[in-house]
């Protein structure tokens, strides 16, 4: 569907969007970017705010201030005709006691359009669900699915997916993540609010930090890897302990043959030069993982919780 250039080919747009619930603040002025075809993760504890965004974009819950709009369309006014063009799953599913699974998934998909019967069926099959059941009987697992199939099976532009691995086995979780790369394929656009951040890792073209409302970091896990430090283990003819004099290095620690020690983005051309007059023999490096970028910014939170 063809839009204007203003709508600058952003999916999703909040800007400087507040919600106060009484004295408290969940979202203070936050900004969010996605972009169409994106898959971007949406990721903070417990209580940061991740739902509450998630719920004024579905227009479930009015702002108190800011822009929120979806393919240009504001998320409140325009919250019906919005509906049919995404789907949602939210990490707690409670839908209709005395419907069958199969029922429910029916019942959304036809809100959005036309029914896959072929991707309906591959889709119960891949997560193990019994669709005959009464919706009251399943599990949280098993509630979970119904409302992951329902909009996996659906052909819309956007997916708004809170949580939504929420009480699946691993093998699921495999399974969830290939079904959004092929939605990915098809060049949709994925909104992720995770806590699993090997899920985020492994799906996501870029994500948002958000804390206490608030973001603190958006972008691609490579603009956020410059962020923090490269991790080294390396072993040397020569003894390399003094690399820890270098500016940028820190955590030096020995590990029977093997030095590991962290360097700061801005050093590692002079830590790679340095290394190399200690002739090394073995090296491994890596960058920052998504959990060492996202426990940096709750550090403070982690050392006042112990």
Known sequence: MPHSSSANDDAIVMQGV??????????????????????HGLLGPNGAGKSTAIRVLLGL??????????????????????????????GDVTLWDNLSGGEIIDL???????????????????????????????????????????????????????????GL??????????????????????????????????????????????????GSLDDLRHLADTTFK????????????HAGVHDVKTEGNYLTFQVKHAHLDEVLAALATYKVEAIVSHPPTLEELFMGHYKHEVAATE
Not at 117 to 134: N, V
Not at 179 to 198: C, F, G, M, P, Y
Not at 234 to 243: F, L, R
């Open 18 to 39: 507040t919600k106060r619930f009484g004295h408290v603040t969940a979202l203070d002025k936050m900004d969010l970017r996605v972009g169409r075809g994106e898959v």
């Open 61 to 90: 819950l009015r702002k108190d201030g800011g822009e929120a709009t979806i393919f240009g369309h504001d998320c409140w006014k325009d919250a019906v005709k919005l509906h049919r063009r995404l789907a949602y799953v939210p």
């Open 108 to 166: 959304l998909t036809h809100l959005r359009g036309q029914q896959d019967k072929q991707l309906r069926k591959r889709l119960i099959e891949r997560f193990q669900l019994d669709p005959t059941k009464k919706f009251r009987t399943y599990s949280k697992g098993n509630r979970q699915k119904v409302a992951l199939v329902a909009a996996l099976a659906s052909d819309v532009e956007l997916y708004l997916l809170d949580e939504p691995t929420s």
């Open 169 to 218: 086995d691993p093998l699921l979780e495999l399974v969830f993540q290939e079904e959004v790369q092929r939605l990915k394929n098809d060049n949709k656009t994925i909104l992720l609010s995770s806590h699993i951040l090997a899920e985020v890792e492994a799906l996501c073209d870029r994500v948002t930090i958000i804390r206490e409302g608030r973001v603190v970091e958006s």
């Open 234 to 245: 390396v072993s040397t003819k020569k003894d390399a302990s003094a690399i820890a004099q």
